[in-house]
């Protein structure tokens, strides 16, 4: 079964050499919430240096190239990107859909590519505002698992999904908690129905305005293995806020 809550910080686009000292403040404190498993992605130029200061905690890409490498100049491969100190990437991230017109069979492209390369993956889905409106959220998000998911021997245990819908990222709203227990039941069946009983163990996150303040009660729905943030990731004091709420809704043993 699933193991220990995994929040997981994604800086995007944010971050200089200023900001080691927030991922060094989270590693500190990481130490003594054991009971979460807390990873960060800052930008592929600071993945090196977070690495150095963070012994403790995951440190991650937001994204890779599908190829191995070659003449895609800006791009990084995973390869690269495991080299630099990252073990695992994110694929699939709604901003990357929608900003660099990124199809689920890419993403499925980028999952396998960083999966040879000997990395985890969060893959992420997520319906839009309109999509959630006309009553198609499950089979949009059904859609991209079915085209996004990797394929292979031995994929599941590196697979990480994260449900984000997109209306909820950055916004300040998120979805009722029902509406999140639904949505990830829907997730689990089809990864169970993709892998079997592996499909049981992989971890389904949440994301879309997680804070400090309401990161208990988004994390207690049903079938939520931990928290995508974006925004309240940025600074050690509201990350670690989400990382506690993690470490207290993990004594509550949800089953
Ligand atoms: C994200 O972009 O993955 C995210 C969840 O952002 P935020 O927490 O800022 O909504």
């Given at each position: 079964?699933?193991?220990?809550?995994?929040?997981?910080?994604?800086?995007?686009?944010h971050g200089t050499r200023a900001m080691l000292a927030e991922a060094r403040?989270?590693?500190?404190?990481?130490?003594?919430?054991?009971?979460?498993?807390?990873?960060?992605?800052p930008?592929?130029?600071l993945?090196?240096a977070?690495?150095?200061e963070?012994?403790?905690?995951?440190?991650?890409?937001?994204?890779?190239?599908?190829?191995?490498?070659?003449?895609?100049?800006?791009?990084?491969?995973?390869?690269?990107?495991?080299?630099?100190?990252?073990?695992?990437?994110?694929?699939?991230?709604?901003?990357?859909?929608?900003?660099?017109?990124?199809?689920?069979?890419?993403?499925?492209?980028?999952?396998?590519?960083?999966?040879?390369?000997?990395?985890?993956?969060?893959?992420?889905?997520?319906?839009?505002?309109?999509?959630?409106?006309?009553?198609?959220?499950?089979?949009?998000?059904?859609?991209?698992?079915?085209?996004?998911?990797?394929?292979?021997?031995?994929?599941?245990?590196?697979?990480?999904?994260?449900?984000?819908?997109?209306?909820?990222?950055?916004?300040?709203?998120?979805?009722?908690?029902?509406?999140?227990?639904?949505?990830?039941?829907?997730?689990?069946?089809?990864?169970?129905?993709?892998?079997?009983?592996?499909?049981?163990?992989?971890?389904?996150?949440?994301?879309?305005?997680?804070?400090?303040?309401?990161?208990?009660?988004?994390?207690?729905?049903?079938?939520?293995?931990?928290?995508?943030?974006?925004?309240?990731?940025l600074t050690?004091?509201?990350?670690?806020?989400?990382?506690?709420?993690?470490?207290?809704?993990?004594?509550?043993?949800?089953?």
């Amino acid at each position: 079964m699933t193991t220990r809550p995994y929040i997981v910080g994604n800086w995007k686009m944010h971050g200089t050499r200023a900001m080691l000292a927030e991922a060094r403040a989270i590693d500190r404190a990481a130490e003594r919430l054991l009971k979460v498993e807390v990873a960060i992605a800052p930008p592929f130029t600071l993945i090196h240096a977070t690495r150095k200061e963070a012994n403790l905690i995951g440190i991650g890409a937001q994204d890779v190239h599908a190829a191995d490498g070659g003449a895609h100049t800006g791009d990084i491969s995973a390869a690269m990107a495991k080299d630099a100190g990252a073990g695992f990437t994110i694929v699939g991230h709604s901003e990357r859909r929608a900003d660099h017109k990124e199809t689920n069979a890419l993403v499925k492209e980028k999952a396998e590519a960083a999966i040879a390369a000997g990395m985890n993956v969060i893959v992420c889905v997520g319906e839009t505002e309109a999509e959630r409106d006309s009553g198609k959220a499950e089979a949009v998000v059904a859609n991209q698992l079915s085209g996004s998911l990797p394929e292979g021997e031995g994929v599941a245990e590196k697979i990480t999904v994260a449900y984000e819908p997109v209306w909820a990222i950055g916004t300040g709203r998120t979805p009722t908690v029902d509406d999140i227990g639904t949505m990830h039941r829907h997730i689990r069946e089809k990864l169970v129905a993709t892998f079997g009983e592996e499909g049981e163990a992989i971890r389904i996150l949440y994301g879309g305005s997680v804070k400090p303040d309401n990161a208990a009660e988004l994390l207690a729905a049903d079938e939520v293995g931990g928290a995508l943030v974006g925004g309240a990731s940025l600074t050690a004091e509201s990350f670690l806020g989400i990382i506690i709420a993690a470490a207290a809704e993990d004594q509550d043993d949800k089953s």
